[in-house]
């Protein structure tokens, strides 16, 4: 039992600093950025809520378990915008992260890796679907603060298409309702019109 508890010790000690890595987005009051934990934390329910919703037929547990997981990378790699420039270059720096982790002897911190790495890869439906949902809770709280974060980046609307692709590939629905929130976000001033 030693060993077990020292083990698991090291390695939650270890998750607990995605509790430091500070994200763009707001939490909904404005007075201050949202942390990755929290945002994991934010997706895995909105998961649950949406999946009794839309009736997904997903592997519950195993997507909430990639919710947990999908930016535990942050902790050595930081949080980096999707509208960053550096952002496709920051995936060897998280897998790393990621690889480090893997190396913690308990059987959870394994299946972090497959998890990372299959959220990574989008090849199945509980992977694609939580994208759907990583992409759509930033936009939920940009619009809940007036695009504060957009604005921050100078976002435009462009960009934000661009970024919202994978919600176009996986729910038509879902992407027609945000792309009327967005024209609403240009019409406000909260992102740019180009």
């Known amino acids: 039992m030693d060993s ?3 083990s698991m010790y090291e390695f939650l000690v270890e998750l607990d600093k995605l509790k430091r890595v500070n994200r763009r987005a707001y939490v909904t009051d404005g007075s201050r950025h949202e942390n990755s934990a929290e945002h994991s934390w ?12 839309l009736d997904l037929q997903l592997d519950l547990e195993r997507v ?35 690889e480090r982790l893997a190396d913690y002897n308990t059987a959870f911190a394994k299946e972090t890796r497959e998890l990372w790495l299959e959220f990574e890869e989008q090849k199945t439906e509980e992977s694609r679907w939580l994208k759907v949902f990583d992409r759509l809770l930033p936009f939920f709280l940009n619009m809940a603060t007036e ?12 960009d934000l298409l661009r970024i919202l692709e994978p919600v176009a590939q996986t729910s038509a629905d879902m ?3 945000m ?8 019409s406000a001033g909260w992102v740019r019109d180009s």
């Open 147 to 158: 695009g504060r974060a957009w604005k921050d980046q100078n976002v435009s609307r462009s």
């Open 64 to 98: 909430l378990k990639m919710a947990l997981v999908h930016d535990l990378g942050e902790i050595d790699a930081g949080d980096v915008s999707v509208f960053s420039s550096k952002r496709a270059t920051i995936t060897e720096d998280e897998q790393a992260c990621i």
């Open 179 to 186: 792309q009327g929130k967005i024209e609403k976000a240009v």
């Open 4 to 6: 077990l508890m020292q």
């Open 42 to 53: 934010h997706l895995t329910i909105a998961m649950v809520a949406f999946q009794k919703e």
């Open 175 to 177: 992407y027609a309702w």
